[in-house]
Protein backbone atom coordinates (compact mmCIF):
# COMPACT_ATOMS: atom_id res chain seq x y z
CA UNK A 1 0.00 0.00 0.00
CA UNK A 2 3.10 2.52 0.39
CA UNK A 3 2.42 3.74 -3.44
CA UNK A 4 -0.92 4.30 -2.40
CA UNK A 5 -0.11 6.21 0.48
CA UNK A 6 2.03 8.32 -1.96
CA UNK A 7 -0.39 9.38 -3.98
CA UNK A 8 -3.16 10.18 -1.44
CA UNK A 9 -0.49 12.38 0.53
CA UNK A 10 0.29 14.07 -3.15
CA UNK A 11 -3.88 14.41 -3.09
CA UNK A 12 -4.10 16.00 0.21
CA UNK A 13 -1.21 18.47 -0.76
CA UNK A 14 -2.76 19.53 -3.47
CA UNK A 15 -6.67 19.89 -2.09
CA UNK A 16 -6.28 23.49 -1.36
CA UNK A 17 -6.62 26.23 -3.76
CA UNK A 18 -3.76 28.80 -2.27
CA UNK A 19 -1.46 24.97 -3.21
CA UNK A 20 -2.75 25.00 -6.25
CA UNK A 21 -2.05 28.71 -6.38
CA UNK A 22 1.36 28.64 -5.60
CA UNK A 23 2.68 25.97 -7.93
CA UNK A 24 0.85 27.71 -11.08
CA UNK A 25 2.62 31.09 -9.74
CA UNK A 26 6.62 28.76 -9.42
CA UNK A 27 6.37 27.13 -12.60
CA UNK A 28 6.43 30.78 -13.81
CA UNK A 29 9.55 30.81 -12.05
CA UNK A 30 11.32 30.88 -8.59
CA UNK A 31 9.99 33.02 -6.20
CA UNK A 32 10.12 34.35 -2.23
CA UNK A 33 7.54 33.99 0.04
CA UNK A 34 7.44 37.96 -0.33
CA UNK A 35 6.86 37.80 -3.80
CA UNK A 36 4.74 34.61 -3.92
CA UNK A 37 2.56 36.99 -0.97
CA UNK A 38 2.59 39.62 -2.70
CA UNK A 39 1.20 38.06 -6.44
CA UNK A 40 -1.79 36.14 -4.48
CA UNK A 41 -2.33 38.81 -1.87
CA UNK A 42 -1.78 36.95 1.08
CA UNK A 43 0.27 37.27 4.03
CA UNK A 44 3.67 36.30 4.57
CA UNK A 45 3.04 33.48 7.26
CA UNK A 46 -0.12 32.01 5.17
CA UNK A 47 1.97 31.41 2.54
CA UNK A 48 4.83 29.99 4.45
CA UNK A 49 2.42 27.22 5.82
CA UNK A 50 1.68 26.24 2.38
CA UNK A 51 5.08 26.01 1.23
CA UNK A 52 5.82 24.19 3.95
CA UNK A 53 3.18 21.51 2.80
CA UNK A 54 4.53 21.44 -0.67
CA UNK A 55 8.29 20.97 0.46
CA UNK A 56 6.92 17.68 2.65
CA UNK A 57 5.34 16.57 -0.14
CA UNK A 58 8.46 16.85 -2.33
CA UNK A 59 6.26 19.04 -4.95
CA UNK A 60 8.68 22.39 -3.81
CA UNK A 61 11.90 22.79 -3.48
CA UNK A 62 13.90 25.48 -1.45
CA UNK A 63 16.94 27.26 -1.57
CA UNK A 64 18.88 29.92 0.56
CA UNK A 65 19.97 32.68 -0.73
CA UNK A 66 21.75 35.06 1.73
CA UNK A 67 18.68 35.57 4.09
CA UNK A 68 16.43 34.92 2.10
CA UNK A 69 14.96 31.22 0.94
CA UNK A 70 13.45 30.92 -2.83
CA UNK A 71 11.21 28.49 -3.63
CA UNK A 72 11.04 26.41 -7.07
CA UNK A 73 8.70 23.52 -8.29
CA UNK A 74 11.19 20.04 -7.89
CA UNK A 75 10.95 19.36 -11.65
CA UNK A 76 8.24 19.55 -13.89
CA UNK A 77 5.59 17.38 -12.53
CA UNK A 78 4.39 19.68 -10.19
CA UNK A 79 2.47 21.80 -12.58
CA UNK A 80 1.64 18.73 -15.26
CA UNK A 81 -0.16 17.41 -12.06
CA UNK A 82 -1.99 20.66 -11.51
CA UNK A 83 -2.72 20.81 -15.41
CA UNK A 84 -3.72 17.27 -15.60
CA UNK A 85 -6.75 18.41 -12.53
CA UNK A 86 -7.74 21.65 -14.37
CA UNK A 87 -8.42 19.51 -17.21
CA UNK A 88 -10.26 16.88 -15.30
CA UNK A 89 -12.51 20.08 -13.97
CA UNK A 90 -12.54 21.87 -17.12
CA UNK A 91 -15.87 21.99 -19.39
CA UNK A 92 -14.66 21.89 -23.34
CA UNK A 93 -15.83 24.69 -25.61
CA UNK A 94 -18.20 23.67 -27.57
CA UNK A 95 -17.41 25.57 -30.74
CA UNK A 96 -14.32 24.09 -32.92
CA UNK A 97 -11.11 26.51 -32.00
CA UNK A 98 -9.20 28.63 -34.68
CA UNK A 99 -5.89 27.07 -35.43
CA UNK A 100 -4.09 30.32 -34.31
CA UNK A 101 -5.30 29.61 -30.41
CA UNK A 102 -2.91 28.71 -28.26
CA UNK A 103 -5.51 26.13 -26.58
CA UNK A 104 -5.74 24.19 -30.17
CA UNK A 105 -2.00 24.44 -31.12
CA UNK A 106 -0.80 22.65 -28.06
CA UNK A 107 -2.16 21.61 -24.26
CA UNK A 108 -2.00 19.54 -22.06
CA UNK A 109 -4.83 16.42 -22.15
CA UNK A 110 -4.16 14.99 -18.17
CA UNK A 111 -0.76 14.40 -18.48
CA UNK A 112 0.09 14.27 -22.26
CA UNK A 113 0.68 16.61 -25.35
CA UNK A 114 -2.71 17.42 -26.98
CA UNK A 115 -4.39 20.02 -29.88
CA UNK A 116 -2.28 20.12 -33.00
CA UNK A 117 0.84 19.50 -31.58
CA UNK A 118 -0.39 16.42 -29.61
CA UNK A 119 -1.69 14.77 -32.86
CA UNK A 120 1.21 15.04 -34.72
CA UNK A 121 3.59 13.87 -32.61
CA UNK A 122 1.36 10.57 -33.02
CA UNK A 123 1.44 10.54 -36.48
CA UNK A 124 5.71 11.19 -36.26
CA UNK A 125 5.46 7.79 -34.25
CA UNK A 126 3.50 5.87 -36.42
CA UNK A 127 4.96 6.91 -39.67
CA UNK A 128 8.13 6.69 -38.23
CA UNK A 129 7.18 2.73 -37.13
CA UNK A 130 7.84 2.99 -33.25
CA UNK A 131 4.20 2.33 -32.59
CA UNK A 132 1.37 0.59 -34.25
CA UNK A 133 -2.00 -0.14 -33.78
CA UNK A 134 -3.17 -2.80 -31.45
CA UNK A 135 -6.96 -3.53 -31.27
CA UNK A 136 -9.37 -0.10 -30.97
CA UNK A 137 -7.38 2.31 -28.66
CA UNK A 138 -4.37 0.38 -27.93
CA UNK A 139 -0.56 1.37 -29.51
CA UNK A 140 2.02 -1.70 -29.75
CA UNK A 141 5.82 -0.71 -28.98
CA UNK A 142 7.69 -1.83 -31.95
CA UNK A 143 11.40 -3.08 -31.69
CA UNK A 144 12.37 -0.12 -33.84
CA UNK A 145 10.84 2.61 -30.80
CA UNK A 146 11.94 0.33 -28.30
CA UNK A 147 15.56 1.19 -29.84
CA UNK A 148 14.84 4.72 -30.59
CA UNK A 149 12.19 6.10 -27.69
CA UNK A 150 14.94 5.36 -24.93
CA UNK A 151 17.16 8.66 -26.65
CA UNK A 152 14.15 10.75 -25.99
CA UNK A 153 12.08 9.90 -22.32
CA UNK A 154 12.66 7.59 -19.56
CA UNK A 155 11.13 4.30 -21.83
CA UNK A 156 11.73 1.80 -18.65
CA UNK A 157 9.89 4.56 -16.24
CA UNK A 158 7.08 4.36 -18.76
CA UNK A 159 6.61 0.84 -18.82
CA UNK A 160 6.83 0.20 -15.55
CA UNK A 161 3.92 2.73 -14.74
CA UNK A 162 0.72 1.28 -13.94
CA UNK A 163 -1.43 1.96 -16.99
CA UNK A 164 -1.41 1.25 -20.06
CA UNK A 165 1.69 2.10 -22.56
CA UNK A 166 0.61 3.98 -25.30
CA UNK A 167 -2.96 4.30 -26.38
CA UNK A 168 -5.38 6.89 -28.62
CA UNK A 169 -6.95 9.45 -26.43
CA UNK A 170 -9.44 11.05 -28.99
CA UNK A 171 -8.94 15.05 -29.33
CA UNK A 172 -11.34 17.39 -29.59
CA UNK A 173 -10.31 19.63 -31.05
CA UNK A 174 -8.37 17.94 -33.71
CA UNK A 175 -11.40 15.22 -34.24
CA UNK A 176 -8.56 12.73 -34.44
CA UNK A 177 -6.30 10.73 -31.93
CA UNK A 178 -3.09 11.82 -30.26
CA UNK A 179 -0.81 9.75 -27.58
CA UNK A 180 -2.31 8.62 -24.54
CA UNK A 181 -0.89 6.72 -21.68
CA UNK A 182 2.21 6.24 -19.63
CA UNK A 183 4.22 6.94 -22.98
CA UNK A 184 2.76 10.13 -23.89
CA UNK A 185 3.32 11.51 -19.99
CA UNK A 186 6.87 10.16 -20.54
CA UNK A 187 7.23 12.14 -24.01
CA UNK A 188 5.50 15.52 -22.65
CA UNK A 189 7.95 15.54 -19.23
CA UNK A 190 11.06 15.13 -21.89
CA UNK A 191 9.48 17.85 -23.74
CA UNK A 192 9.60 19.90 -21.11
CA UNK A 193 12.80 19.22 -19.36
CA UNK A 194 14.44 19.88 -22.78
CA UNK A 195 13.17 23.38 -22.81
CA UNK A 196 11.00 22.21 -26.22
CA UNK A 197 7.54 23.21 -24.38
CA UNK A 198 6.59 25.33 -21.79
CA UNK A 199 3.72 25.04 -19.72
CA UNK A 200 1.64 28.06 -19.10
CA UNK A 201 1.27 29.12 -15.52
CA UNK A 202 -2.76 28.43 -14.43
CA UNK A 203 -3.90 27.25 -18.36
CA UNK A 204 -3.48 24.48 -20.14
CA UNK A 205 -1.86 25.48 -23.20
CA UNK A 206 1.67 25.23 -23.97
CA UNK A 207 4.46 26.89 -25.62
CA UNK A 208 6.47 25.01 -27.95
CA UNK A 209 9.80 25.92 -29.39
CA UNK A 210 9.38 26.23 -33.12
CA UNK A 211 9.56 22.79 -35.12
CA UNK A 212 8.15 20.94 -32.33
CA UNK A 213 7.64 18.32 -31.76
CA UNK A 214 8.81 17.23 -35.08
CA UNK A 215 12.14 18.07 -34.14
CA UNK A 216 11.91 16.47 -30.77
CA UNK A 217 11.14 13.08 -32.72
CA UNK A 218 13.78 13.55 -35.48
CA UNK A 219 16.55 14.31 -32.68
CA UNK A 220 16.62 10.36 -32.47
CA UNK A 221 16.02 9.08 -35.86
CA UNK A 222 18.96 7.05 -37.24
Known amino acids: MHDEAAVAALARALADPTRVRLIEELAGGEATVSELGCRLGLEVSRVSTHLAILRQTGLVRAQVQG ?8 GERPAVAVAALR ?15 PLRRART ?28 RDLELTAAGAAALPRLCDLEAARRARRRL ?11 PHLGGALGAAL ?11 LRPGERALDLEPGQPEAFLAAADD
Open 67 to 74: RQHRYALA
Open 87 to 101: TLAAVPPKQRLSLES
Open 109 to 136: CYDHLAGHAGVHLLDGLLERGWLRASGE
Open 166 to 176: ALRCQDWTECR
Open 188 to 198: LLALLQRGAAR
